[in-house]
C-alpha cells in the first residue's frame, strides 16, 4: 500500500511552527517535518536509512513503513510504503543485503520481500533469546548492525523494576550468520535506545529509577555489570560471564562499589536529571565526515520527555570511557525516541508521547533536522586532564574572556547508589578554577580545576566566554563532564 502526501493547509501550518532554532539564539541547525499522509499514524519507535536513500519507520503499532523523498525539498515527492505489519513494538531497525532486521517485543525478526513487490512476505526468526509475560515495561531495544556482524539487544527489566522472567535486565549480542545469541552484559534497569560509537563500541541509554540515581549513556563493555542487580539470578541458568559477582550495597556510591564488584563499568557520560532532559533514549554517531557540521564522531542523543536531542563527546581514560554531555537542539513536536544521521547530513528523528508525555505536545512525530552551514558557536570538546580540563571550540574565542576566571564556574556532585527511584544530587564541591592557557588561534583553552573528584559529574558554566570578532555568547553555554577516570591516577 503506498500513500502520497497531499500538503494542504493543515500540513504547510504545521511545517511552519514545527520550525525552530537551535537551543541558544540563531543556531544553524533548524528542525523540519517530514510530510506523512492523512490518516497513517506512526508512534516512531526505530529508524533506518536503506541504500537507496529511503527512510525506514518501525512503530510501536507494529508497521515498517518505507518513505520515498524523506530528506526531499517537494511534498509531493513524499510517498509511504507499508513494508509490513502485525508486529509488536518495533524499538529497532537495522538494514543489510539480506533484509530489514527489526527487534519486536518477542524476537528479533528478518524481513524479506522476496517477489519484489515492495511488502515484506518472509518473516525469519532471527532470535528469540529472551523472554515475555505481558508486562506492558518489557521493552526490547535493538541496535544497528557492529561492525563484527552483529546486532545487540538490551532487555528492559519487568516493570522497570523486577526480573520476573529469564534475561530481563541483560544485553545479548545476536550473530544472524552463526544463529548464536550470547549474554554480554546484565544490570540493565529501563534502556531508551542503543547506538554504536565510531570505534564500533555499544552503548544504550538507561533511565532514572532504582539503582540509577540519574539516566546515563552507559558503555556494555562485553562482560560487565550495569548498575542493576536485579536480573543477576539469571546467572543461574548461563555461564556466559562466568561466575555471579556480588550485588551491591544500597546507600553507597558508584565510585565506592567499582571496587567491590569487578565488572561494573560506570556510567559513561550522565545526563543530569531535569537539567539535560530526563529520559534519553535513541543514539546515533556523526559519521558525516562534516555534512552536519562540526560534531564528527560524536553522538547526537535523543530525549523523550523534553522532546530534545543531546550531544555527547567521549573518550577513554585508562580503558574507561567518559566525556561531557550538551545541549544541541529543542523544540521537536513529539517525546523523541529514534535518530538517523544520512552521509547527506539530514538528521531524522521520530518519537511518541504514549505512557509519559513530552513537552512538544504532539501525539508523535517525524521530523528531519538539516544544518545551514553555519559554524554554531560551541564547546566542540571537553577534555581531561591531571589537573582540570582542556577546552576545544568550534570558533575562536575572545581572548580576555576566555583569559578571565570569572567567564566560568563549576560544581561538582555525584548520587546516591541505592535501591530507591533516583537520587539527589549529593556530596557537592565547587572547585577553584584557574586559567592556565588560551592558545593563540582562540581555539583551545586550559582550564585548571583544584579538586578532581573521581565520580562526580563536573558541571561547566561559561556565562562570559565570547566569540572573538563579533562578541557573540555561546549557544549552549554549559558542560557536564563524568568524571570516571584521571588520567595519570
Given at each position: 500500500?503506498?500513500l ?14 514545527a ?6 539564539d ?9 510530510p506523512?499522509p492523512d ?11 536503506l541504500p537507496d ?6 512503530t ?9 523523498g524523506?530528506?526531499?525539498d517537494?511534498?509531493?515527492q ?16 537495522a ?11 518477542p524476537?528479533l525478526t ?12 518472509a ?6 533469546f ?5 508486562d506492558y515495561?518489557?521493552y ?17 527489566l ?6 520476573h522472567?529469564?534475561?530481563?535486565g ?6 544472524p550468520?552463526k544463529?548464536?545469541?550470547?549474554p ?7 534502556p531508551?535506545?542503543?547506538g554504536?560509537?565510531?570505534a ?6 538507561d533511565?532514572q ?7 546515563a549513556l552507559?558503555?556494555?563493555q ?32 558508584i ?7 569487578p565488572?561494573?563499568?560506570?556510567p ?6 531535569g537539567?539535560?532532559?530526563q529520559?534519553p533514549t ?5 559519521l ?12 547526537f542523543?535523543a ?14 581514560v ?13 523544540g ?13 547530513g ?9 505512557g509519559?508525555g ?9 521530523e528531519?533536522?538539516?544544518w545551514d552551514g ?67 588561534d582562540g ?16 558541571d561547566l ?9 563579533d562578541?557573540?555568547?555561546l549557544?549552549n ?13
Amino acid at each position: 500500500m503506498r500513500l502520497a502526501c497531499n500538503p494542504g493547509p493543515l500540513l504547510a501550518a504545521v511545517f511552519c511552527l514545527a520550525a525552530g532554532p537551535a537551543a541558544g539564539d540563531d543556531g544553524p541547525y533548524v528542525i523540519e517535518p517530514v510530510p506523512v499522509p492523512d490518516g497513517v499514524v506512526l508512534e516512531v519507535g526505530a529508524l533506518e536509512l536503506l541504500p537507496d536513500g529511503r527512510l525506514a519507520v518501525g512503530t510501536r503499532r507494529g508497521e515498517v513503513w518505507l518513505v520515498t523523498g524523506a530528506g526531499g525539498d517537494d511534498p509531493d515527492q513524499v510517498a509511504f510504503d507499508l513494508h509490513a505489519s502485525g508486529l509488536h513494538e518495533i524499538l529497532g531497525l537495522a538494514w543489510r543485503e539480506d533484509g530489514l532486521y527489526l527487534t519486536q517485543r518477542p524476537e528479533l525478526t528478518r524481513l524479506r520481500d522476496l517477489n519484489g513487490d515492495g511488502r515484506a512476505d518472509a518473516f525469519d526468526t532471527v532470535s528469540d533469546f529472551w523472554h515475555i509475560n505481558g508486562d506492558y515495561h518489557e521493552y526490547a531495544f535493538g541496535s544497528r548492525f557492529t561492525p563484527d556482524g552483529e546486532i545487540w539487544v538490551t532487555l528492559c527489566l519487568t516493570g522497570s523494576f523486577n526480573s520476573h522472567v529469564p534475561f530481563r535486565g541483560w544485553a545479548a549480542r545476536i550473530d544472524p550468520d552463526k544463529g548464536t545469541t550470547t549474554p554480554v552484559a546484565h544490570g540493565i534497569r529501563s534502556p531508551g535506545g542503543m547506538g554504536i560509537n565510531a570505534a564500533g563500541d555499544v552503548f544504550y541509554c538507561d533511565n532514572q529509577g532504582p539503582w540509577n540515581g540519574s539516566s546515563a549513556l552507559k558503555h556494555l563493555q562485553p562482560g560487565s555489570f550495569q548498575g542493576h542487580p536485579a536480573g543477576n539470578r539469571w546467572f543461574e541458568i548461563t555461564d556466559a560471564l562466568g561466575e555471579r559477582p556480588p550485588d551491591p550495597e544500597s546507600g553507597s556510591r558508584i565510585e565506592d562499589q567499582r571496587r567491590r564488584i569487578p565488572n561494573f563499568v560506570p556510567p559513561a557520560v550522565v545526563l543530569p536529571h531535569g537539567k539535560l532532559g530526563q529520559s534519553p533514549t535513541g543514539i546515533v554517531c556523526d559519521l558525516t565526515d562534516g555534512a552536519f557540521g562540526p560534531f564528527k564522531e560524536q553522538l547526537f542523543v535523543a530525549e523523550q520527555t523534553h522532546s530534545q536531542v543531546q550531544r555527547v563527546f567521549l573518550e577513554q581514560v585508562n580503558g574507561v570511557y567518559q566525556g561531557a554531555a550538551f545541549p544541541f537542539l529543542s523544540g521537536f513536536a513529539s517525546g523523541n525516541t529514534a535518530v538517523a544521521l544520512g552521509a547527506d547530513g539530514v538528521l531524522y528523528v521520530g518519537g511518541s508521547d504514549r505512557g509519559w508525555g513530552a513537552r512538544g505536545g504532539r501525539r508523535w512525530n517525524l521530523e528531519r533536522v538539516r544544518w545551514d552551514g553555519g559554524t554554531p558557536f560551541e564547546v566542540l570538546e571537553m577534555r581531561v586532564r591531571p589537573d582540570g580540563f582542556e577546552l576545544v571550540f568550534t570558533e575562536p574565542v575572545e581572548h580576555d574572556s576566555a583569559a578571565d576566571a570569572a567567564s566560568y564556574h563549576m560544581e561538582a556532585y555525584t548520587y546516591i547508589y541505592r535501591s530507591e527511584y533516583g537520587s539527589p544530587e549529593v556530596d557537592q564541591v565547587e572547585p577553584g578554577l584557574e586559567v592556565l592557557e588560551v592558545s593563540d588561534d582562540g581555539r583551545r583553552v586550559v582550564l585548571k580545576v583544584e579538586p578532581m573528584t573521581r565520580g562526580h559529574v563536573h558541571d561547566l558554566r561559561l556565562p562570559g566566554i565570547r566569540a572573538a570578532g563579533d562578541g557573540r555568547a555561546l549557544l549552549n553555554p554549559r558542560a557536564w563532564y563524568t568524571l570516571n577516570e584521571i588520567p595519570g591516577t
